[in-house]
Nanobody, 123 residues
Framework: QVQLVESGGGLVQAGGSLRLSCAASERAFSRNYMAWFRQAPGKEREFVAA????????YYVDSVKGRFTISRDNGKNTVYLQMNNLKPEDTAVYYC????????????????WGQGTQVTVSS
């Protein structure tokens, strides 16, 4: 069974930090790109960050560069998103995704999706 389970969301003040985790089944995780997308109320889902299988290539949307870091632990089938200096505009439901990627920023290139975790940043 293919599963992606996100955790680590919550309520934080502006300037604070959170670390999201996504535990994946072997089938979803192995050899796949892993990515984080987010969807704010009334807005379309947008790409946030992605990482290839080896971890040697990472991709970020411009608005999070320098603040967010994506990483993966292939031994634990887990991908992380470290979010620092959070801003109210980062408030959204964050989704973990797995798939072939390429282009890594395109949601259609991801086959498997988690249920999402809410991140709320207060001003």
């Amino acid at each position: 069974q293919v599963q992606l389970v996100e955790s680590g969301g919550g309520l934080v003040q502006a300037g604070g930090s959170l670390r999201l985790s996504c535990a994946a089944s072997e089938r979803a995780f192995s050899r796949n790109y892993m990515a984080w997308f987010r969807q704010a109320p009334g807005k379309e889902r947008e790409f946030v960050a992605a990482i290839n299988w080896s971890g040697g290539s990472t991709y970020y949307v411009d608005s999070v560069k320098g603040r967010f870091t994506i990483s993966r632990d292939n031994g634990k089938n887990t991908v992380y998103l470290q979010m620092n200096n959070l801003k109210p505009e980062d408030t959204a439901v964050y989704y973990c995704a797995a798939g072939p990627g390429l282009p890594a920023t395109e949601s259609l290139r991801y086959n498997y999706w988690g249920q999402g975790t809410q991140v709320t940043v207060s001003s």
